[in-house]
């Protein structure tokens, strides 16, 4: 009986975890489907799910590398590394980087809202962020590639533009990722879809979306550069 019991208590939640892989499979599927769906019930909190139980993943994966990273940067400004202060320090880089998904999420959805309503876009911005925040399911799939590459070339090794620490090649990749083309080609799927929009002007928007964050990647691979 509790052996029964505690089946049917775990069920819903194994339930929910297939229900969360599903859809973001369907990004690869059938994507056209998997718009649809949030035109007729958008979601916002499966697929930042997706992206940020995976990201943490990605964070434990190089977990090893972040803190011989810390440490180094402790050592240099003086500061006594004792394990509490670099296990505190890790977990507060895990929730920024967390929080950082949802927020950058939520304002990009809703740059993207504005964006497709001024288009002649008719979604709520409900859809629009919801229909961003499924687009953004390939930095999921990022995240857990760069996991399996950690564990398989070691953390070190990890090029720091997929989400590692070794800066070599840095700057190429932020420019030239495949995820985020991935991601750029499915909001414009999207925007077609829940905004019913033309393939111009979604794609358009989808566009400038992923020249926006291209350079900021690009800012950003280069500052790590300097910093590292």
């Known amino acids: 009986m509790s052996g029964t ?3 049917t ?3 819903p939640g194994a339930d929910r975890a297939l229900a969360l892989i599903d859809g973001a499979l369907d990004t690869i599927v059938d994507p ?3 718009f649809s769906r949030v035109a007729a019930r958008p979601r916002i909190l499966p697929p930042l799910l997706f992206v940020v139980t995976s990201t943490l993943l990605m964070y434990v994966a190089l977990g090893s590398a972040f803190e011989t990273r810390l440490l180094e940067a402790l050592g240099r400004a003086g500061i006594e590394a004792t394990p509490r202060l670099v296990w ?3 977990s507060l880089g895990g929730a920024l980087g967390s929080t950082q998904i949802v927020i950058v999420t939520l304002v990009a959805g809703l740059i993207t809202h504005a964006a497709a309503r001024l288009s002649g876009g008719s979604a709520d911005a409900h859809r629009s962020v919801a229909c961003y925040a499924l687009a953004t399911v390939p930095g999921g799939f990022k995240a ?3 996991a399996i590459l950690a564990s398989l070339l070691g953390a070190e090794n990890v090029p720091l533009a997929t989400g590692g620490v070794s800066s070599g090649g840095g700057a ?4 030239f990722d495949p995820f985020s083309l991935w991601a750029a080609f499915l909001l414009g799927i999207g925007l077609a879809t829940v905004h019913g929009l033309s393939a111009g002007r979604a794609f358009g928007i989808s566009l400038s979306m992923f ?5 900021m990647n690009a800012a950003l691979a280069a500052a790590r550069g300097v910093l590292v």
């Open 172 to 175: 190429l990749l932020a420019l």
């Open 9 to 11: 208590t775990a069920r």
């Open 32 to 34: 056209r489907r998997a």
């Open 144 to 146: 857990i590639t760069v």
């Open 88 to 90: 505190l320090l890790l």
């Open 5 to 7: 019991a505690g089946r």
């Open 211 to 215: 020249m926006a964050g291209w350079a």
